[in-house]
């Protein structure tokens, strides 16, 4: 058994469909990050910086209860404990990896970014809204371009790397994104959502998803971009 320490974000739905698509059985524990759950001790002894998702996989290494934190970890993790979605020849290993990477480095913190100064910024900053929305759109042509020479992100076999990028850039609309302008992008996007275990993993904890333009409150605001993230702990 798996014991899975999430909220319904992108980094937490990449590790939700990881787990339905390998048919592992989990528990979900949900780690409220609006009410501050992530900050608690025991929290911080699996996850030290504090982030979910994280794991405990209570037949890990050596029979072991073992805890695993950051999700793109996580995806190698358990693609590794079940042979499945990251393959073994070392060339094609290094390029879901290398997709892996680009998700962990570039798309999350990136559109992150857009994201926090277009919605949640106390005030508007035209520099930084107009810096990561054009990093935005340039993430996207990567993308595209990617898609328009191969079905999956590394080649021909759907992979952690496709799991990883998903959840962060399936919204388009969202993301201020023309899906007109976005074939290749479209297409893989529709042949991931028509996955059931894609579907199954965005429903986890889908009660308590965010809502689009609904203000958060100041606890909220707090846990997630105020002095509660800073303190020593």
């Keep these: 058994m798996i014991d899975l320490y999430t909220w319904p974000t992108p980094n937490g739905h990449k590790v939700h469909i990881m787990?339905?698509?390998c048919g592992l059985p989990?528990?979900?524990i949900p780690v409220n990050i609006n009410k501050g759950d992530q900050f608690q001790p025991?929290?911080?002894?699996?996850?030290p910086n504090n982030k979910m998702p994280a794991i405990v996989d209570h037949n890990g290494?050596?029979?072991a209860a073992y805890p695993v934190f950051e999700s793109g970890a996580i995806l190698m993790y358990l693609a590794e404990k079940t042979g499945q979605f990251m393959p073994s020849p070392m060339a094609a290993r290094y390029t879901v990896i290398q997709w892996l990477m680009?998700?962990?480095?570039g798309v999350g913190p990136m559109l992150g970014q857009a994201n926090h100064f277009k919605d949640y910024a106390p005030e508007k900053i035209p520099y930084a809204i107009e810096r990561y929305s054009k990093e935005t759109g340039r993430i996207y042509g990567v993308l595209e371009r990617r898609l328009s020479e191969a079905r999956y992100l590394a080649g021909n076999s759907y992979s952690i790397a496709d799991m990883a990028v998903f959840p962060w850039v399936r919204e388009l609309e969202r993301r201020g994104q023309n899906e007109a302008e976005l074939p290749n992008l479209k297409r893989w996007l529709d042949e991931l959502n028509a996955r059931p275990a894609v579907v199954r993993g965005l429903e986890v904890l889908a009660e308590h998803r965010r809502k689009q333009g609904v203000e958060i409150d100041e606890e909220t605001r707090l846990n997630m971009f105020g002095d509660a993230q800073y303190q020593k702990r």
């Design 102 to 105: 680009f998700q962990m480095g």
């Design 19 to 21: 787990l339905e698509e």
């Design 61 to 63: 290494p050596d029979g």
């Design 26 to 28: 989990y528990k979900i």
């Design 42 to 47: 025991e929290f911080l002894q699996i996850s």
